[in-house]
């Protein structure tokens, strides 16, 4: 096989390790490709360079792809997510004045029940709330809007503005916003700073959310199987090893270094282990699956969700969706033509009720041995992808 | 008779500001505003309800102008990023230069051409600059990792400092590698073993 060099883009965020450590662990080297890895300036540029092909595939956030298929954002051209790179890991935080608010009533900052934190910000809070979130389409936004609409806080309780996440603890200092929803380790980098406190983990309002995807041009997909099926397989690989307890520490060494993050490993080891630290009153709380990579189909595009996040844009930005088409975004049929080569156990259906698994539940597949993993929404909802309500 | 156009310039370096403000004002017929603080960057560029916005594509706060694509009133004009179209490589040659820009729904092209080919001008030329200072400064950090790979091959081995850099170049010729690699593999190794 002929080694290949890929230019693939990412943003320096903890949930870009399954692409850092599948060229830095050799994983790539494997499949015979090399991933010239670029980081992005802002998740624009990451969108525009493989729009207009500066890079074959790219870390991105999971309702891009679909938003663009919508017709929705700054640029036009047909995206496809041929798996997924990452599920949960975002935070919600506040700022110092609202933390002390909280305190002040006697919140336990539990940073488990989005009920109970909704409740606290309501009362902590008189006029809107503002909100600091990576990017207009982003699973931020609408684990946000999700969780407002659909507790004491209501949906008109708070502002969205796009603010980048390095500059989240900035914005908070500066009183241009008061809370915030943002992928680690920024939320950390916020504690560690003492400029605020996290209030929840993402999957605190949905347990199953795709967070990060990887994605190339529609027809790079199509044209070119051969390296999709290298990429995707090098990055399985990866995710498999992240996967690992005793690869942890290893992955938060390579993770901060200069030309990726660039920040202290101990500060991107809290997102891979779960153990958060949520204020400068030092409280720590576990987290089980705060980020997850691989198992239980984690990297399977399910059309199911790419319906849940079409059926959410659509309903925000008042436009009528087929989400039929929206879903075809999600290509679970790229995913199940190039990992039969592995042992991946694919679900027998591409779709599936989200929110509808409480516990771990075996289902149909290839293998026969496919437990998924509980992706309850907080509020107990069921999004059928057949009837949205 | 057309209305003059309004262009906000999104930069927060002073000196490159002033350059590119005063070649847009020199070459057309254009209003141009300048933002060079990036809080509430999508509020302020609203207020002046701009039919361009020119940003530099690295800059991380360009992920504010996506709000502005979405039209949130019936009286806001959304923008889009400028994509070639009836342009032609207009959109191609901006990304190269390192400008993004934003246009206004529904402006002809031939009113964007003259802003555009004034702003990829402009940004290509710091963007040169800028490029060359990298170059430059790389060429510094290499020289000092290779005196001080000679360094230690002087000490190591006791030879001259031509000798030494012989060594260093013909290792790195026979790895097919750079001489500042090399020199910088051996600086860290010296560090690990002494």
Same mark, same amino acid.
């Given at each position: 096989?002929?080694?290949? !060099?890929?230019?693939?883009?990412?943003?320096?965020?903890v949930?870009?390790?399954?692409?850092?450590?599948?060229?830095e662990?050799?994983?790539?080297e494997?499949?015979?490709?090399?991933?010239d890895?670029?980081a992005a300036?802002s998740?624009?540029?990451?969108r525009?360079?493989?729009?207009?092909?500066?890079?074959?595939? $790219?870390?991105?956030?999971?309702?891009?792809?679909?938003?663009?298929?919508?017709?929705?954002?700054?640029?036009?051209?047909?995206?496809?997510?041929?798996?997924?790179?990452?599920?949960?890991?975002n935070?919600?935080?506040i700022g110092?004045?609202?933390?002390?608010k909280?305190?002040?009533?006697?919140?336990?900052?539990?940073?488990?029940?989005?009920?109970?934190?909704a409740?606290?910000?309501?009362?902590?809070?008189?006029?809107?709330?503002?909100?600091?979130?990576?990017?207009?389409?982003?699973?931020?936004?609408?684990?946000?809007?999700?969780?407002?609409?659909?507790t004491?806080l209501g949906?008109?309780s708070?502002e969205?503005?796009t603010?980048?996440p390095?500059?989240?603890a900035?914005?908070?200092?500066?009183?241009?916003?008061?809370a915030?929803?943002?992928?680690e380790?920024?939320g950390?980098?916020?504690?560690?700073?003492?400029?605020?406190?996290?209030?929840?983990?993402?999957?605190?309002? +949905?347990?199953?959310?795709?967070?990060?995807?990887?994605?190339?041009?529609?027809?790079?997909?199509?044209?070119?199987?051969?390296?999709?099926?290298?990429?995707?397989?090098?990055? +399985?690989?990866?995710?498999?090893?992240? $996967?690992?307890?005793?690869?942890?520490?290893?992955? $938060?060494?390579?993770?901060?270094?200069?030309?990726?993050? *660039?920040?202290?490993?101990?500060l991107?080891?809290?997102a891979?282990?779960g153990?958060?630290?949520?204020?400068?009153?030092?409280?720590q709380?576990?987290?089980?699956?705060?980020?997850?990579?691989?198992?239980?189909?984690?990297?399977?595009? +399910?059309?199911?969700?790419?319906k849940?996040? $079409?059926?959410?844009?659509?309903?925000?930005?008042?436009?009528?969706?087929?989400?039929?088409?929206?879903a075809?975004?999600?290509?679970?049929?790229?995913?199940?033509?190039?990992? !039969?080569?592995?042992?991946?156990?694919?679900?027998?259906?591409?779709?599936?009720?989200e929110?509808?698994?409480?516990?771990? !539940?075996?289902?149909?597949?290839?293998?026969?041995?496919l437990?998924?993993?509980? *992706?309850?929404?907080?509020?107990?909802?069921?999004?059928?992808?057949?009837?949205?309500? | 008779?057309q209305?003059?156009?309004?262009?906000?310039?999104?930069?927060?370096?002073r000196?490159?500001?002033?350059?590119?403000?005063?070649?847009?004002?020199?070459?057309?017929?254009?209003?141009?505003?300048?933002?060079?603080?990036?809080?509430?960057?999508?509020?302020?560029?609203?207020?002046?309800?701009?039919?361009?916005?020119l940003?530099?594509?690295?800059?991380?706060?360009?992920?504010?102008?996506?709000?502005?694509t979405?039209?949130?009133?019936?009286?806001?004009?959304?923008?889009?990023?400028?994509?070639?179209?009836?342009?032609?490589?207009?959109a191609?040659?901006?990304?190269?230069a390192?400008?993004?820009?934003?246009?206004?729904?529904?402006?002809?092209?031939?009113?964007?051409?003259?802003?555009?080919?004034?702003?990829?001008?402009?940004?290509?030329?710091?963007?040169?600059m800028?490029?060359?200072l990298?170059?430059?400064?790389?060429?510094?950090?290499?020289? #000092?990792?290779?005196?001080?790979?000679?360094?230690l091959?002087? #000490?190591?081995?006791?030879?001259?400092?031509d000798?030494?850099?012989?060594?260093?170049?013909?290792t790195?010729?026979?790895?097919?590698?750079?001489?500042?690699?090399?020199?910088e593999?051996?600086v860290?190794?010296?560090?690990?073993?002494?």
């Open positions: 096989m002929r080694r290949v !060099t890929l230019p693939v883009a990412y943003m320096p965020l949930d870009a390790a399954p692409l850092i450590i599948a060229q662990m050799g994983f790539a494997d499949e015979a490709i090399a991933l890895l670029i300036p998740w624009s540029s990451l525009d360079m493989l729009g207009f092909g500066r890079v074959d595939a $790219a870390h991105m956030l999971s309702p891009v792809p679909v938003a663009m298929g919508l017709g929705l954002g700054g640029m036009t051209a047909s995206l496809a997510a041929i798996s997924v790179l990452s599920v949960n890991g935070v919600i935080g110092r004045p609202l933390e002390d909280l305190r002040a009533q006697g919140y336990g900052f539990d940073f488990a029940d989005a009920r109970a934190a409740s606290a910000l309501k009362s902590a809070s008189s006029g809107k709330l503002v909100f600091g979130v990576p990017f207009p389409f982003s699973m931020h936004v609408e684990l946000l809007r999700y969780w407002v609409e659909r004491a949906a008109d708070i969205i503005r603010v980048p390095p500059l989240m900035e914005a908070l200092e500066a009183g241009d916003i008061d915030f929803c943002v992928g380790p920024w950390s980098v916020v504690v560690d700073r003492g400029l605020g406190a996290l209030l929840l983990p993402g999957k605190a309002i +949905w347990q199953g959310a795709p967070e990060k995807v990887l994605a190339t041009r529609t027809d790079w997909a199509e044209t070119e199987p051969d390296l999709v099926g290298r990429l995707m397989r090098a990055v +399985w690989q990866s995710s498999r090893w992240l $996967a690992k307890p005793e690869s942890r520490i290893a992955a $938060a060494e390579i993770l901060s270094r200069q030309r990726y993050l *660039d920040l202290p490993a101990e991107i080891d809290r891979l282990s153990r958060m630290i949520l204020s400068g009153h030092g409280e709380r576990q987290c089980d699956d705060f980020l997850r990579f691989h198992g239980a189909a984690a990297s399977f595009p +399910w059309r199911s969700q790419a849940w996040i $079409a059926h959410r844009l659509a309903r925000a930005h008042g436009l009528s969706a087929d989400l039929n088409t929206a075809r975004v999600f290509r679970s049929d790229l995913y199940r033509q190039h990992m !039969t080569q592995t042992d991946a156990d694919l679900p027998g259906a591409s779709e599936k009720l929110g509808a698994i409480h516990h771990p !539940t075996a289902v149909g597949s290839t293998r026969g041995r437990n998924l993993l509980p *992706d309850r929404f907080f509020d107990g909802a069921v999004f059928d992808p057949d009837a949205p309500e | 008779m209305n003059r156009l309004t262009v906000v310039v999104v930069e927060e370096d000196d490159r500001a002033i350059g590119i403000v005063d070649a847009l004002k020199e070459s057309g017929d254009c209003e141009v505003f300048l933002i060079a603080h990036h809080s509430a960057l999508a509020r302020k560029i609203a207020a002046h309800a701009p039919d361009i916005v940003i530099d594509i690295d800059n991380p706060t360009r992920d504010m102008m996506e709000e502005l979405l039209a949130s009133g019936p009286l806001d004009r959304p923008v889009a990023m400028f994509v070639s179209g009836a342009a032609g490589g207009l191609q040659a901006a990304i190269e390192g400008v993004s820009a934003y246009v206004v729904d529904g402006l002809a092209p031939e009113r964007v051409k003259p802003v555009m080919d004034t702003a990829i001008a402009r940004f290509s030329m710091v963007r040169r800028r490029q060359e990298a170059e430059t400064r790389r060429a510094l950090e290499e020289r #000092k990792v290779i005196d001080r790979a000679k360094g091959l002087m #000490k190591a081995k006791g030879i001259d400092e000798a030494a850099y012989a060594l260093l170049r013909k790195a010729m026979d790895q097919g590698r750079k001489v500042a690699d090399v020199a593999a051996l860290t190794a010296a560090g690990l073993l002494g």
